[in-house]
């Protein structure tokens, strides 16, 4: 087969009507600043995997941190992946449909998404020292299984592995027992941070009170069958005293650490791989994005110097 000289190359090009000519110039000058851009976050991305050390959970500090264990699940109704049933610590899928139009009497297909979502439900990482609380909303997932099929409705009647159909499912999974790489921002709730003291006592006050032979028997001290005002009161110091008793208690545990999205523009990541196979698929990206770059770099000033040149 004969290809194109340049001189047939630069011939057609320059036969192009404006439009054209400037539709595509643009259009490879514009995604190789989309390759750039790509290459670079994935070189971020590596970088600041590399610069963030590996802790341990139990001795980790408040704030941006990097984790490596075992995922878990918590206790309770258990995650479930809805395109399969398959029990998991975090899913998402994608139901995409075949489209199909025309250009110039030529028919093209592409495939347009129609449904997706992903998991926010709560479970645990454990390292050597301990476990935390993962919250997954937010973060970019390298999933241990990725599961691809075709079928003939908008959701999928039932598993299976078809080859055909319009419409095609795709579903991610991380499962209980799989190596977890987590990097985010890490916080520890406990239960005295997040209650209001006044609430409390006046919620143990309104208990007490459907309790009213309980009331009596403890604080009515003239024993007329009824609380008067200084034996309200003393009642009601009562349960001031039990509510700072509880939040001293609840003090005294280490409390739930949770490790989530940072409250910056630093990257949240969870991955059921190692640091280094993480690392070394950004830096891939990253190679991949720079050669695009400069390939479509020089076809768009190729193409402008051949028609203006």
């Not at 999933?143 to 080859?163: C, H």
Request: include cysteine; charged fraction near 25%; aromatic fraction near 12%.
């Amino acid at each position: 087969m004969n290809l194109p000289g340049l001189t047939e190359i630069t011939a057609q090009v320059q036969a192009w009507d404006t439009a054209e000519f400037w539709f595509w110039s643009l259009a490879a000058l514009g995604f190789s600043a989309l390759s750039f851009i790509k290459a670079f976050k994935g070189l971020h991305k590596s970088r600041l995997l590399e610069d963030t050390p590996t802790s341990l959970i139990r001795s980790a500090s408040q704030g941006y941190v990097e984790f490596e264990g075992i995922g878990r699940r918590l206790e309770g109704e258990p995650v479930i992946a809805p395109l399969t049933g398959t029990a998991c610590t975090w899913w998402s899928f994608t139901i995409e449909e075949r489209k199909t139009y025309q250009i110039n009497k030529t028919t093209h297909t592409h495939w347009q998404t129609i449904n997706s979502d992903s998991s926010e439900a709560l479970f645990e990482l454990e390292d050597t020292s301990g476990r935390c609380v993962v919250d997954p909303e937010g973060a970019e997932v390298f999933p241990s299984a990725t599961r691809r099929w075709r079928g003939s409705s908008a959701w999928p009647k039932k598993q299976g592995y078809g080859v055909f159909g319009r419409y095609r499912y795709t579903e991610r999974r991380m499962h209980a027992g799989d190596p977890l790489l987590v990097v985010g921002y890490l916080t520890t709730h406990r239960a005295a941070e997040t209650t209001n003291f006044a609430e409390e006592v006046r919620a143990l006050l309104a208990d007490w009170k459907t309790r009213q032979t309980m009331l009596v028997r403890l604080y009515d001290k003239d024993n007329d069958g009824v609380l008067d005002q200084k034996e309200w009161e003393k009642a009601r110091q009562a349960a001031h005293a039990q509510v700072r008793r509880e939040h001293a208690e609840d003090f005294r545990h280490p409390g739930i650490a949770v490790i989530g999205a940072p409250p910056d523009d630093r990257s949240f990541l969870m991955a059921a791989k190692s640091q280094a196979q993480v690392i070394k698929h950004y830096r891939r990206g990253a190679v991949f994005g720079l050669s695009l770059f400069f390939l479509l770099l020089a076809v768009g000033v190729t193409l402008i110097s051949m028609r203006l040149g």
